[in-house]
């Protein structure tokens, strides 16, 4: 651009920040032809912080109000970024009453994100002249040659002003210092050495001459030469590359010997950039994907309904082969150059549901969650759009299978997202804010790139299903095993009945022992199901019935045996079992209730010859704990896999023929609007673990309440008599689907401000809510961390009127947080809260 064209323009970038909307900087001359919109850029914000933010759009209007600061330095060559992704995101931030910087810093890889005080080097070009350094100039250019690295507090401190941002953008300016490329650009490529022939030993004839005299006065150094030839076949049509590391481990080489015929220029080293990712081959192809009758109808229904842009409900009985369905699914969008988002629930189901996509699409998949480091989330975002594939990572994903996370990711042709165990709670992100559903947030994610979207499960969500009947989705059933083999046999166990008699051995009933000895004597396999992980619910004096309790939660904390410490599992507050009752000083204090690590003890000591594994999240908080665990259990090293809820998610093990519910009376009698929903789907898809493969399973549910008809409808797999009896109750009561619910939770350090102000902002809510709105009312634990909470509910219309009502209720909050006596209570919104 020539002088006579410069136009003065504007970036309004994004923050990673509760703040809201978009901040206006100036954009430098020559940044000008560098910068686009989603490219990250390093900005001012505040007197002594520089972020990362990212540019939403260019424009050649100013701020009104204030002068612009200017963009510091440009991160990115290419946009990490897409249009859709911040459309995506603005509709976030306003279905779910959040700001769009909580959403992008939900979204971003943290290593995309500069969140912390900012540090600065001497640029690598830099020549010291004093001459034309400033006083201040000066002294931080002497301060970074003796310590190398400042931070901006650091450098206000050496030269004595507070202000120092100025100071440090004209340095920047002037090219005397950079931004730590740690802080802008925190993703480091995996880099490797390679060995390869050099150029003047390629030919045949003169590479033997070498070889010969080597022979005479290197033999070593032949040996080596002979082991790169042999693994690198270089002089056949599949040459391979060698790597340094593959070619150090041949036996009787050394690094000495390589690094002589290094010197001798025989041999040369390069570097390649590396995939952090573990990839595989496919090993099969669709075509040896049979379906039964069954199976083809489903097909043809879900592939007509996908093709009109429908959402499509498959509700598909355990077993029933849905992912076989999935497959071809992906297949024929692949053909089309689209994309494929897999969502899963859980991290658990993805090593086993990778395996198989891999089978059929080899390198095309690729995973997403969070156990995976920085790094790899890195590289896996980069390879999700095409545009930004770097050099030597392999070629982009064309499928990503991945929790809720992964549908933040830059998809450039996306065509199909699958949403698998669509009615799992695990979808809906609690805290922090965005606080998202992502089966409904994938539906908007398809309309925005006009993707077509796939619900499957064998117990739909009451709302799936209510939108499926009320001709919103396209429903598809499949009610029919795979294979024709017969659901599992269902049977109670009346533990109240067994108790009184005295024949329970702890918490195993006789008819549930018998069967485990029973499977285990078949060389079969055994899932026993706890909600509740840790050792002992509670330990409880028996004199005065004292039970220790969380010192910054009104919660009882939990024994886990395996670290010998009490524990809460809502702030992670740990303490010893204490020797006497704190209150009465008696020495009789009793382990009361139990949970997974409970079980397996137990378990164990009744079955001393087996191997049991114990699945729940104090054992699979490691990337690879849940691959290694499930793995076992497949290879069968593992006879009896103890779990919380994990174990009843969509796992797939042909030899288990028994599944045991120790305790089903929690689940139905939490209280909660959605618990026969919920209980019901869990113990449908725990006792779906059974017999999946080669005879009919075994379901054995310990009760003391066998009448309650959760049991009967999970024993006649009767999926509608639930929804039609929860939607009778919904519907007299005003819940979803009939209506949306928005929680508001208070929370505040001092009770007495709390009740205050929870009673304040309830009246000024009540006049757009009247006979709708529940509290203000302490939850089941009413206070965390050393917060008191407190919730109100408002019941929400649906369509325009129920928009209006939610701007509305959103105004009246805005004006709570200005009053001057609450302006310390903190106000979380919960959009469609599970």
């Given at each position: 651009m020539?002088?006579d064209?410069y136009i003065?323009l504007f970036?309004?970038v ?7 909307g978009?901040f206006?900087y100036?954009i430098?001359?020559e940044?000008q032809n560098a ?10 914000f505040g007197s ?6 990212l540019v939403r759009r260019i424009?050649n ?19 990490v970024v897409?249009?859709?992704?911040f ?6 931030a ?6 769009e910087?909580e959403?992008?810093n939900?979204?971003l890889?943290s290593?995309y994100?500069l969140?912390?005080?900012s540090?600065v080097v001497?640029?690598?070009d830099?020549v010291?002249?004093?001459s034309v350094?400033s ?9 970074l040659?003796?310590?190398k690295i400042l931070?901006i507090?650091?450098?206000s401190r050496?030269v004595?002003i507070?202000k120092v ?9 002037k090219?005397?210092i ?10 480091k490529?995996?880099?490797e ?8 030993h390629?030919?045949?004839?003169l590479l033997q001459?070498e070889m010969d005299k080597?022979?005479a006065?290197a033999?070593?150094?032949l040996?080596l030469?002979?082991?790169y030839?042999?693994l ?6 599949k040459?391979?590359e060698?790597s340094?590391v593959?070619?150090l481990k041949?036996?009787s080489v050394s ?5 002589g015929?290094?010197?001798k220029?025989?041999l ?8 952090r990712?573990e990839?595989?081959d496919?090993?099969?192809i669709i075509?040896?994907?049979?379906f039964?009758?069954?199976?083809q109808k489903?097909?043809?229904?879900v592939?007509?309904g ?10 598909g ?6 992912t076989?369905?999935?497959i071809?699914?992906i297949?024929?969008?692949?053909k ?6 897999y969502?899963l629930?859980?991290?658990?189901l993805?090593s086993q ?11 095309d998949v690729?995973v997403?969650?969070?156990k ?8 896996i975002?980069?390879?999700a ?5 770097k ?5 982009p ?11 933040f990711?830059?998809f450039?042709?996306?065509g199909l997202?699958i949403?698998d165990?669509?009615h799992?709670s695990s979808y809906?992100?609690t805290?922090?804010a965005?606080?998202y559903?992502?089966?409904d ?8 790139h006009n993707?077509s ?7 739909p969500?009451v709302e799936?299903?209510y939108?499926a009947?009320?001709?919103?989705y396209?429903?598809?059933?499949l009610?029919?095993r795979?294979?024709?083999i017969?659901?599992p046999e ?7 009945e067994?108790t009184?008699f005295?024949?329970?051995?702890t918490?195993?009933?006789?008819q549930?022992?018998g069967?485990?000895?029973g499977?285990?004597s078949r060389?079969e396999?055994v ?8 050792f002992s ?6 004199n005065?019935?004292?039970i220790?309790?969380c ?7 939990t024994?886990?045996?395996h670290?010998?410490v009490?524990k809460?599992h809502?702030c992670?507050y740990?303490r010893?079992?204490?020797p ?15 949970g997974?690590?409970k079980?397996?003890?137990e378990?164990a000591?009744?079955f001393p ?7 729940d999240l104090?054992?699979?908080h490691?990337?690879n704990?849940?691959h ?6 497949e290879?069968?090293k593992?006879?009896?896999?103890v779990?919380?809820?994990m174990?009843?998610k969509?796992l ?7 599944v045991?519910v ?15 929903e919920r209980?019901?789907?869990m113990?449908a898809q725990?006792?779906g ?6 005879k009919?399973g075994?379901?054995?549910?310990q009760?003391y ?8 409808w999970v024993?006649q797999?009767?999926y509608?008599s ?5 939607l009778?109750?919904?519907h007299k009561?005003t ?9 508001v939770?208070?929370?505040?350090k001092e009770?007495?401000v709390?009740d205050?102000?929870a009673?304040?902002?309830?009246g000024m809510?009540k006049s757009?809510?009247t ?5 203000p009312?302490y ?20 369509g325009l009127?129920g928009?209006?009502m ?7 909050i ?8 609450y302006k310390?209570?903190r106000?979380?919104?919960d959009v469609?809260p599970?």
């Amino acid at each position: 651009m020539s002088a006579d064209e410069y136009i003065t323009l504007f970036a309004e970038v994004l923050l990673p920040l509760p703040v809201k909307g978009y901040f206006t900087y100036r954009i430098t001359r020559e940044m000008q032809n560098a910068i686009e919109p989603g490219m990250r850029v390093v900005v001012q914000f505040g007197s002594k912080k520089l972020y990362t933010a990212l540019v939403r759009r260019i424009t050649n209007q100013p701020p009104k109000v204030i002068s612009a600061k200017y963009i510091l330095s440009v991160v990115d060559p290419v946009p990490v970024v897409n249009e859709k992704q911040f459309l995506f995101w603005e509709w976030m931030a306003d279905y779910y009453v959040c700001t769009e910087g909580e959403v992008m810093n939900a979204a971003l890889p943290s290593a995309y994100k500069l969140a912390s005080e900012s540090r600065v080097v001497l640029d690598p070009d830099y020549v010291h002249d004093s001459s034309v350094l400033s006083d201040y100039e000066f002294m931080v250019i002497e301060a970074l040659e003796l310590q190398k690295i400042l931070s901006i507090t650091e450098i206000s401190r050496i030269v004595g002003i507070a202000k120092v941002i100025p100071l440090v953008k004209t340095m920047l300016e002037k090219k005397y210092i950079r931004v730590e490329e740690e802080i802008t650009e925190r993703y480091k490529p995996r880099i490797e050495w390679f060995v390869r022939l050099s150029d003047t030993h390629q030919d045949h004839e003169l590479l033997q001459q070498e070889m010969d005299k080597l022979n005479a006065k290197a033999y070593k150094q032949l040996q080596l030469l002979m082991a790169y030839i042999s693994l690198s076949n270089c002089f056949t049509d599949k040459t391979k590359e060698v790597s340094r590391v593959d070619l150090l481990k041949t036996p009787s080489v050394s690094a000495s010997q390589l690094d002589g015929l290094l010197k001798k220029g025989i041999l040369e080293l390069y570097q390649r950039n590396i995939s952090r990712l573990e990839q595989k081959d496919s090993s099969d192809i669709i075509e040896n994907i049979h379906f039964t009758e069954a199976q083809q109808k489903a097909y043809d229904d879900v592939n007509s309904g996908l093709q009109l842009k429908q959402t499509v409900l498959l509700k598909g009985v355990t077993s029933s082969g849905k992912t076989e369905i999935y497959i071809r699914l992906i297949d024929e969008v692949l053909k089309k150059g689209q994309q494929v988002l897999y969502l899963l629930p859980e991290i658990a189901l993805t090593s086993q549901i990778v395996r198989r996509l891999q089978k059929f699409f080899g390198v095309d998949v690729g995973v997403y969650h969070s156990k995976y480091n920085e790094h790899e989330r890195i590289e896996i975002w980069s390879k999700a759009n095409q545009s930004m594939v770097k050099e030597g990572t392999g070629t982009p994903f064309r499928i990503i299978l991945g929790a809720r996370s992964a549908m933040f990711l830059p998809f450039n042709e996306l065509g199909l997202i699958i949403v698998d165990e669509e009615h799992d709670s695990s979808y809906k992100q609690t805290d922090p804010a965005p606080r998202y559903n992502a089966r409904d947030a994938a539906i908007m994610l398809g309309r925005l790139h006009n993707a077509s979207v796939l619900l499957g499960t064998a117990t739909p969500s009451v709302e799936s299903h209510y939108n499926a009947e009320a001709g919103k989705y396209k429903l598809v059933e499949l009610n029919e095993r795979f294979g024709g083999i017969e659901m599992p046999e269902i049977r109670l166990v009346n533990i109240k009945e067994e108790t009184r008699f005295k024949r329970m051995k702890t918490h195993f009933s006789p008819q549930l022992l018998g069967a485990i000895e029973g499977a285990i004597s078949r060389s079969e396999q055994v899932i026993l199901f706890q909600n509740r992980r840790g050792f002992s619910l509670r330990i409880e004096c028996d004199n005065c019935n004292f039970i220790p309790g969380c010192v910054q939660c009104d919660v009882t904390l939990t024994y886990h045996k395996h670290i010998n410490v009490l524990k809460c599992h809502y702030c992670g507050y740990t303490r010893l079992i204490p020797p006497t009752c704190p209150e009465c000083g008696s020495p009789s204090i009793k382990l009361k209730g139990f949970g997974t690590e409970k079980v397996e003890e137990e378990l164990a000591a009744l079955f001393p010859d087996i191997t049991i594994a114990r699945m729940d999240l104090d054992t699979t908080h490691t990337k690879n704990a849940y691959h290694k665990i499930m793995q076992e259990f497949e290879t069968r090293k593992t006879d009896v896999l103890v779990g919380t809820q994990m174990v009843t998610k969509g796992l797939d093990f042909d030899n288990v023929s028994l599944v045991g519910v120790l305790n089903a009376d929690g689940l139905i009698s939490y209280p909660d609007f959605r618990s026969l929903e919920r209980s019901f789907q869990m113990l449908a898809q725990v006792s779906g673990r059974a017999g999946r493969k080669t005879k009919q399973g075994l379901v054995l549910i310990q009760t003391y309440n066998p009448a309650h008809p959760v049991h009967r409808w999970v024993i006649q797999n009767d999926y509608q008599s639930m929804f039609s009896q929860v939607l009778l109750d919904r519907h007299k009561f005003t819940y979803p689907p009939y209506v949306r619910l928005i929680l508001v939770s208070l929370r505040h350090k001092e009770q007495a401000v709390l009740d205050s102000g929870a009673t304040k902002l309830a009246g000024m809510l009540k006049s757009g809510f009247t006979g709708r709105i529940l509290g203000p009312e302490y939850p089941n634990v009413s206070r965390v961390k050393n917060m008191y909470i407190k919730n109100i509910i408002l019941k929400v219309s649906k369509g325009l009127k129920g928009q209006d009502m939610k701007k509305e209720a959103v105004h009246q909050i805005d004006l709570f947080k200005q009053l001057q006596d609450y302006k310390s209570v903190r106000v979380v919104i919960d959009v469609d809260p599970m």
